[in-house]
């Protein structure tokens, strides 16, 4: 009798559980999706096109009004790669400095990746260079050696949340798909990237669910299986032998692993 009240209690977490992950995986998709269409859009307008038919009314007159397809970022940027022997004639062209992400201006680097273009949600990164971030710089270099959407880890992002960065490289030129990391690097024009606010936005998205108060969601980065890293919801405390289910989460990039943990809030 007992054996098989638990396992209907574990059947309804499995089902539960599976279905978050499915509805997170999901909207991860196609949020990532879009971000490559508009990795895209950039190379298109603003580097085939001579002069440029992009600036950065447009952008973020585009990038507003297309925020529904990106339902988990917070906001989309562009940075543009600057070396530093171009830094003086850019800094000159824009009409500002680039600053670090401590909003220094930025000491002398061998390149630079300021933000050129913002949608209105992040304004606040407009003219910081991206690779004075580590977890930013990192993405941006395997980003543009790879040629495929990369993520950070999960750490606080510049709205204070946890989340995690999706990077997106811009070439100058088409490059086939076997190109050599040497001439992806050569030929970055740039990087399209945006900020999953997995706190507040992963929050919404539960919250909406049937049976969301009896469930405790976690969500961990565990590409180092050793050390696991809380990517959305709070530390639960071990040892608690309530049973739980853990569901593979894929989140478009091979380099990363992603498990989500549910268990009931209190025992059934
Ligand atoms: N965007 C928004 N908030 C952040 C952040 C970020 N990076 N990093 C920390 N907080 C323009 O990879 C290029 C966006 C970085 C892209």
């Not at 269409?37 to 580097?47: C, G, P, Q, S």
């Not at 670090?100 to 910081?128: C, F, N, R, W």
């Amino acid at each position: 009798f007992r054996h098989k009240a638990l396992s209907k209690a574990e059947e309804g977490l499995v089902g539960m559980c599976e279905e978050r992950a499915r509805m997170l995986q999901d909207q991860f998709a196609v949020s990532v999706n879009h971000v490559h269409a508009l990795a895209i859009l950039v190379a298109t307008f603003n580097y085939e096109k001579q002069p440029p038919a992009l600036d950065q009314d447009t952008f973020a007159d585009y990038t507003a009004r297309t925020s529904f397809e990106r339902p988990l970022l917070s906001g989309v940027a562009y940075a543009q790669r600057v070396k530093h022997a171009d830094r003086e004639a850019f800094e000159r062209q824009q009409g500002w400095i680039i600053r670090t992400m401590k909003h220094e201006p930025s000491p002398e680097q061998d390149e630079y990746a300021p933000v050129i273009y913002s949608q209105e949600t992040i304004s606040y990164i407009e003219g910081l260079d991206m690779m004075s971030g580590e977890e930013d710089r990192e993405n941006i270099l395997r980003s543009r050696e790879t040629g495929k959407a990369v993520l950070t880890r999960p750490f606080r992002l510049m709205s204070n949340h946890l989340g995690v960065v999706l990077t997106f490289p811009v070439y100058l030129v088409d490059l086939p798909p076997d190109a050599k990391e040497e001439d992806r690097v050569a030929a970055t024009a740039g990087y399209l990237g945006g900020a999953f606010d997995v706190e507040s936005l992963v929050e919404n998205l539960l919250r909406q669910l049937a049976g969301n108060q009896e469930l405790v969601v976690n969500v961990y980065d565990v590409t180092n299986h050793s050390d696991p890293l809380v990517m959305y919801g709070s530390e639960v405390p071990l040892g608690a032998p309530s049973p739980s289910h853990i569901c593979v989460l894929d989140f478009g990039d091979p380099f990363r692993k992603h498990h989500m943990i549910c268990r009931y809030r209190n025992k059934p």
